[in-house]
């Protein structure tokens, strides 16, 4: 009745748990991340990098847990430097700390970047999701951004577990378009606009009337309003600018053209070449994925029957569908699972704060095998003893758990000693390890209380003795028949093995060398890649392409990609980053039951695309997957950067990069080897004579202002437009500002107040510079991505990397990102892993035998697992990655599970007065039973993930290919060697005679 009870219990509290569970792809193994943005309207890369970027880095110091720090600045006057946190960091703390740091930098940033504001958000730039919202009606982009900027990114910016969110287009603002030569001939400059402006575009506080203290007898008291900030361009059109004493009035609308345009012009977005908003959701470190998109599409479906303009709102870059189609895949492989032990494990996750995932999922599967052989082992030896000794159930029950206990709990000891030490790992592969190991040690754990509580009860209770006189019958009894031949057989084998006992040592030298070379020869990684339905183009044309030119060559993809079946939607973003000649595209590929052939798989298409699109219009078109863990790079493959370690300059820099693309383009292990940094492009540059300005009284802070205000486009204050806070801007109108002799007619006022033209005291002249800068760590870098050739492996990749940067000239260096880093860690920490390992293996049977010498007998087992796995991962063409590293632990605990129902009963006969020879042969001829048995049942358990296809498949296939492999090869070679282990190290064999 206990173990009822008890069993109903644990029942009840995994049930409760499991409705608490998230649900997600990966537990946190991305390192989190704080970033820090600002904007400095009109300024060059260098220019920002200079007065921005590098003012914010210089404060970042003494941050708790920082791995890395990466900036970029491009010429749109963008500044986002991303801090990089060792996980576990508390996201919260960190960003405070980032913040404080901060102040120290905000009085040193220029004025235009302070009144902008400078943000510190949680989380990196990788969308967890992009939403796209299109239409089919004549209206314009910036009307349906604008939209989304003032009614839809608040509201979901609100949504728990939103971190950032990003518009691909730009809201409403209220643009001065300035003309020079009206100016000059009213002896005026922008900052005469500006200034008035600032001071007729305001809000003012004008209090109450009868506010107290009052005078006796006030009956009055109301609010007084006055001057407030305006609505509309009619209002801005008549701004005074200046007036006289004989009535004449100078308005705005007098110098300039005054429009509702847009807060910028330089990304645009469409869908299907349709018009078309797009907001890039990202997700808050620590959140959790599932929820956050479940969330943020059911605040979307809300607000849809209320989009104007005919949008309908779709996704164009999601990968939660993926996500659910791969956890789906595996909870087809959980219906064999104990109920008691699934959910007590499920029970332990929800204590610790865990979730459901392909990890602990991964955990669960596996430990479907484990759980089930311990419910053999009991049952089967129960009714061994009920057949062989005439026992009732009951007494064979009670009988066989005095044989079998120890057993029981050795196997269990064992298996999570296996996994124990990677609980204690750090960094990301840590995290991968811990949930993994935790998942199966509470699986084991509740596998043996059942094993020693409950299927002993049931034993006793359902099980009925069969008479002697009335054997099993038909199937069953040719069954029995054939196995106790097979035994008779093995039996005689393994007696015959002994005799043959240097043959079978040099055969187990034979198997350690073939894993040692195996070891050295597989290929490594840090996941397998996965088809998450979706793939990424960067477009990117030659130097001094326009946007003309990049919107050309996106309509002639957008015809190609219409034309592909396996396509179901792709999105266009042109002008990101701040260049018009580069743009990107999301191709959504279709449902994977939909693309259920080889050549319609994610890496096939890429592979298909990237060929067919190469080199149109002139552009370099890069068609890549997504990174297997969302936030680790921007794309699959390897990514590095390479570092100006002496300070040797931009254009060194460069020289060294080009070197590195020329030597990987023989490479026979990287392909599409490129820097994600923008190419350097011309560039014109005002040159001022100081002297001949001040010899014609002209302050150089009036010419500064002149230049920025004028070319660069100035953000002056806000207005209200439909209720939304907006800004201003002024700038030259476009036709002021397309040549370079344009610069010439924009005049400065001097101490006379004369106006003199720009062309009298400077000079342009072209160079080249880049449009974006990179740094990392606080050295200026190159963002380098590349691509594993097809038959190889990331690790050989890696290494190639490293053998091309020995070559580069000295002081340019090179550190890995993203994912590299991490399969770079996890590399570094597998060998102490598996040491670690088979240490607390080891010592746990030490304890439980009392000896140093008999755990040999089943460490030594763990061998034959190994040659298993490593065998059937090389000859499927496998990586050695994390998953790979999980199954080949998992095989190595089920190696040594199999050695102890042998070296156990071997030793209960020894210590019955048999020769440790006899009893090898008795206990691997009792045994062999519930070892097939239980393996085969393992082995089917896992065989639906070494099989696996669709959503998910490359982590199901490394991890089951890995496990199945290692029991085929330690169920068969164990049966052999593990009765020669124990008698060699029980005793010499050459003092034993033939049984």
């Given at each position: 009745m206990f173990a009822w009870v008890l069993a109903i219990f644990v029942v009840l509290a995994g049930v409760l748990a499991a409705r608490t569970l998230p649900l997600e792809q990966y537990p946190h193994i991305v390192p989190p991340q704080i970033s820090v943005s600002a904007r400095y309207s009109g300024a060059s890369a260098a220019t920002v990098n200079d007065s921005v970027t590098q003012i914010v880095e210089q404060q970042m110091k003494g941050l708790d847990g920082l791995i890395y720090m990466s900036s970029t600045a491009d010429s749109s006057g963008k500044s986002r430097t991303t801090l990089t946190f060792l996980p576990g960091t508390d996201t919260d703390v960190a960003q405070v700390q980032v913040q404080n740091a901060l102040q120290g930098a905000l009085s040193r940033l220029p004025q235009d970047v302070q009144n902008r504001g400078v943000s510190v958000t949680k989380g990196g730039q990788d969308n967890l999701v992009t939403w796209t919202f299109a239409t089919d009606q004549h209206v314009s982009r910036v009307e349906v951004t604008d939209y989304l900027a003032s009614?839809?990114?608040?509201?979901?910016?609100?949504?728990?577990?939103?971190?950032?969110?990003?518009?691909?287009?730009?809201?409403?603002?209220?643009?001065?378009?300035?003309?020079?030569?009206?100016?000059?001939?009213?002896?005026?400059?922008?900052?005469?606009?500006?200034?008035?402006?600032?001071?007729?575009?305001?809000?003012?506080?004008?209090g109450q009337l009868g506010q107290l203290p009052s005078v006796p007898g006030q009956d009055l008291n109301v609010p007084v309003q006055a001057r407030g900030r305006f609505t509309d361009a009619a209002q801005f059109e008549n701004i005074i600018l200046r007036s006289g004493t004989d009535g004449m009035v100078v308005r705005l609308k007098d110098v300039a053209r005054v429009e509702l345009g847009a807060d910028g012009y330089d990304v645009n977005s469409m869908l299907n070449g349709k018009v078309a908003g797009a907001l890039g959701i990202v997700m808050a470190d620590g959140a959790n994925a599932l929820d956050v998109a479940t969330a943020v599409e059911a605040k979307i479906r809300e607000m849809e029957p209320l989009f104007p303009y005919g949008l309908k709102a779709d996704t164009a870059q999601d990968s939660i569908p993926f996500v659910k189609a791969s956890l789906?895949?595996?909870?087809?492989?959980?219906?064999?699972?104990?109920?008691?032990?699934?959910?007590?494990?499920?029970?332990?996750?929800s204590l610790l704060g865990y979730s459901v995932n392909m990890l602990t999922m991964f955990a669960l599967v596996l430990a479907i095998g484990l759980l089930v052989d311990d419910a053999i082992v009991v049952v089967e030896n129960v009714e061994r003893l009920m057949h062989e000794e005439s026992l009732d159930a009951k007494a064979a029950t009670e009988k066989s758990m005095d044989e079998i206990s120890s057993a029981l709990v050795g196997v269990g000891m064992v298996l999570s000693a296996v996994f124990v030490p990677m609980a204690f790992f750090p960094g990301s592969t840590g995290v991968i390890y811990r949930q993994f190991s935790v998942t199966l040690i509470a699986a084991m754990g509740f596998s043996v209380l059942v094993a020693l509580t409950l299927s002993p009860a049931m034993c006793a209770q359902f099980l009925k003795a069969r008479p002697h006189d009335k054997p099993a019958g038909g199937l069953f009894r040719a069954f029995n028949k054939g196995f106790d031949s097979l035994s008779e057989r093995y039996g005689r084998t393994v007696n015959r093995l002994f005799a043959h006992g240097r043959i079978m040592f040099a055969a187990f030298l034979a198997v350690l060398a073939a894993c040692t070379f195996l070891f050295a020869?597989?290929?490594t990684a840090f996941l397998p890649d996965e088809d998450q339905g979706f793939l990424t183009v960067d477009i990117t044309l030659p130097v001094g392409a326009t946007d003309k030119s990049v919107q050309k060559t996106v309509a002639d993809l957008t015809q190609y990609f219409a034309k592909q079946p396996e396509i179901d939607s792709f999105l266009a973003i042109t002008g990101n980053g701040g260049s018009q000649g580069n743009a990107a595209m999301f191709l959504k590929l279709k449902p994977w039951d939909e693309r259920r052939r080889p050549d319609q798989s994610a890496a096939a298409l890429e592979t298909r695309y990237g060929k067919e699109t190469g080199g149109r219009s002139g552009a370099r078109i890069v068609v890549s997957q997504p990174p297997v863990v969302r936030g680790l790079g921007s794309g699959n493959g390897i990514s590095f950067v390479i570092k100006d370690m002496n300070g040797a300059g931009y254009d060194k820099l460069v020289a060294a990069k080009d070197q590195f693309i020329e030597a990987a383009a023989d490479s026979p292990y990287l392909r599409k080897v490129r820097a994600k940094n923008q190419d350097p492009r011309p560039q014109l540059v005002v040159d001022i004579d100081n002297d001949l300005a001040a010899s014609m009284q002209i302050a150089p802070a009036a010419v500064n202002q002149l230049l920025n205000q004028a070319l660069g486009g100035s953000y002056v204050n806000d207005f209200v437009d439909k209720g939304r806070v907006k800004r201003v801007y002024v700038q030259a109108d476009a036709p002021y500002r397309m040549q370079p002799q344009d610069i010439g007619l924009w005049q400065v006022r001097n101490g006379a107040g004369e106006m003199i033209p720009l062309s009298a005291f400077s000079s342009v002249r072209w160079e080249t510079a880049p449009p974006q800068l990179i740094r990392f760590n606080g050295s200026l870098a190159m963002d380098m991505q590349a691509g594993v050739q097809p038959g190889q492996s990331s690790g050989s990749a890696m290494k190639e990397v490293q053998n091309l940067m020995a070559k580069l000239p000295a002081g340019f260096g090179y550190e890995w990102t993203g994912a590299s880093l991490q399969e770079q860690q996890a590399g570094s920490q597998a060998p102490a892993l598996y040491a670690l390992s088979v240490l607390f293996v080891f010592l746990c049977?030490?304890?439980?035998?009392?000896?140093?010498?008999?755990?040999?007998?089943?460490?030594?087992?763990?061998?034959?697992?190994?040659?298993?796995a490593l065998s059937a991962t090389a000859l499927r063409g496998l990586d050695n990655d994390v998953f790979f590293q999980v199954g080949l632990l998992t095989t190595v605990g089920l190696a040594a599970k199999n050695a102890i129902l042998i070296v156990e009963f071997a030793m209960q006969l020894v210590r019955q007065g048999e020769t440790p020879m006899q009893a090898a042969v008795a206990a691997a001829r009792l045994r062999l039973r519930p070892i097939v048995m239980t393996s085969l049942a393992f082995g089917l358990g896992v065989l639906p993930l070494a099989l696996g296809t669709g959503a998910g498949a490359g982590g199901r296939i490394a991890i089951g290919t890995a496990v199945l492999g290692g029991t085929a090869a330690s169920t068969v070679l164990g049966l052999l060697f593990v009765p020669l282990f124990f008698v060699w190290i029980k005793r010499p064999a050459k003092t034993d005679k033939a049984v």
């Open positions: 009614n839809v990114m608040d509201v979901l910016s609100r949504v728990d577990g939103v971190g950032e969110i990003s518009l691909y287009g730009n809201q409403h603002a209220m643009r001065i378009w300035l003309d020079p030569h009206k100016l000059a001939a009213l002896a005026m400059m922008p900052s005469d606009v500006v200034s008035a402006i600032q001071t007729q575009n305001t809000q003012v506080s004008a789906q895949e595996v909870l087809h492989t959980l219906g064999e699972a104990v109920p008691v032990v699934l959910a007590g494990t499920l029970g332990v996750l020869h597989l290929p049977l030490a304890a439980l035998y009392e000896s140093w010498r008999i755990p040999f007998a089943v460490i030594l087992a763990a061998g034959l697992g190994v040659l298993g």
